[in-house]
């Protein structure tokens, strides 16, 4: 059998012509010049990663501005209900996962779906009569928020469209996006609560409407939906023939004068998608424990004393409008700029509040929803009266009444 050897001539810093020689069975044969490609870095972004946008990001990231230094920062802007450590995670919690730590029988891969036994306990968790729920429906993810990009992969393509609330989380965005799928904004409505504005959902949906979004109890709005509005809710999606990809991660947590649906209940022929996970019920977002469930539970969370001192201190401030929450782990404020004209929107507002009062609230045009800022209300209940007494101070500084805000236009 032929021995073949490649002569390669040439200097060590790549010459452009290489003298290539091929000898076999001890004959030289030459193949004369031959060119070579000089080595060069051609590494790009992609096109996903072009398309891939975080409004929060960007909005809080630009915010070039410090904290006043007499006075200690309170941050009511990270939806991370462990920050303070006033809401300790339970030791049930705790020694179920050392002990499983301990066992060293969970190192390995895990199947794809998630370990059948977790998958049943899910599935017993939310298993319920009107809808439901076995192992099978449980797919178990990294964090709700991956549940909310696989539902959305499975539901949607490029080219198609999806209905996202305004305002509204803005991950739902910043995914679909990156998938090269368009988003189309429904209105909430403050003055009901934030409920949808179902003639506005149902005039934005065509026939590449590839699903709805129902965020219920809702992040920033701090909203939760009643049966009939849901049903409302479920009749649009009927008649239009469109899914639902539910993200119900605040499910447990209800106030004790409201009671939460999961939309699943509700229906028997409007396929759901629910996200879900461990994150804020079991005071674990860093454990990135979530799943997407076809059936829901239904729970009440009982706690609201912030909720309520929060609203009540804002309303009493002129100049914002706080909308009451009953749910979730938030409250949005609408600002009446007509009162501060001297901020130009709701970020502007947002960050003369972080460098004169050391309050931080997040601007809700993170969320589409501008004029509005969202305060997240699980912090201790003396950091909550502490900052609202800041956003008092900040507000009497800074309000114009009809005829000052009208001069103040008029100097400009």
Not at 58 to 80: F, H, R, T
Not at 91 to 114: C, F, I, Q
Not at 116 to 135: D, F, G, M
Not at 165 to 180: D, E, I, N, W
Request: charged fraction near 20%.
């Amino acid at each position: 059998m032929d021995s073949y050897l490649i002569q390669v001539n040439g200097r060590g810093d790549h010459a452009p012509m290489l003298d290539v020689h091929l000898k076999t069975n001890g004959n030289s044969i030459s193949l004369g010049k031959v060119k070579a490609r000089k080595p060069r870095w051609a590494v790009r972004a992609s096109e996903m990663s072009k398309k891939t946008f975080n409004p929060v990001r960007a909005i809080v990231d630009s915010m070039k501005v410090e904290p006043n230094p007499k006075k200690a920062m309170i941050s009511l802007s990270l939806g991370d209900p462990t920050v303070f450590g006033n809401l300790p995670t339970n030791d049930e919690v705790t020694l179920a996962v050392k002990e499983v730590l301990d066992s060293g029988r969970y190192n390995g891969y895990a199947p794809s779906v998630g370990y059948q036994s977790c998958r049943e306990a899910v599935a017993a968790y939310y298993n319920c009569p009107e809808a439901p729920l076995t192992a099978q429906d449980v797919i178990l993810t990294s964090g709700c928020s991956q549940a909310i990009e696989l539902a959305l992969a499975v539901l949607a393509n490029p080219g198609q469209n999806i209905l996202v609330p305004r305002p509204g989380f803005s991950l739902y965005k910043t995914l679909a996006l990156s998938m090269g799928i368009e988003v189309k904004l429904y209105n909430l409505l403050p003055e009901k609560g934030w409920e949808i504005d179902l003639e506005h959902l149902e005039s934005l949906v065509d026939e590449k409407t590839a699903c709805l979004i129902v965020n219920n109890p809702s992040n920033p709005c701090g909203s939760v939906f009643s049966k009939s509005h849901l049903q409302k809710i479920l009749a649009v999606a009927s008649r239009q023939c469109v899914p639902i990809l539910a993200d119900e991660i605040y499910g447990d947590m209800v106030f004790a004068d409201c009671k939460y649906e999961p939309i699943a209940t509700l229906s028997t022929n409007v396929p759901i998608l629910s996200c879900g996970g461990l994150a804020k019920r079991w005071l674990v977002p860093g454990w990135r424990m979530g799943w997407i469930l076809i059936h829901d539970r239904r729970d009440i969370f009982g706690n609201e004393s912030n909720a309520d001192l929060c609203y009540a201190a804002l309303s009493a401030i002129p100049g914002l409008q706080p909308v009451r929450p009953a749910g979730a782990m938030y409250l949005m404020v609408e600002i009446e700029m007509e009162h501060f004209p001297e901020f130009e929107n709701d970020v502007e507002f947002t960050e003369r509040l972080i460098s004169e009062q050391s309050v931080f609230c997040l601007p809700a045009t993170c969320f589409e929803y501008p004029n509005f800022f969202r305060v997240v209300i699980t912090v201790p209940e003396e950091m909550i009266l502490e900052a609202c007494s800041r956003i008092q101070e900040f507000c009497e500084m800074h309000y114009q009444g009809a005829e000052g805000a009208q001069d103040l236009e008029c100097d400009k």
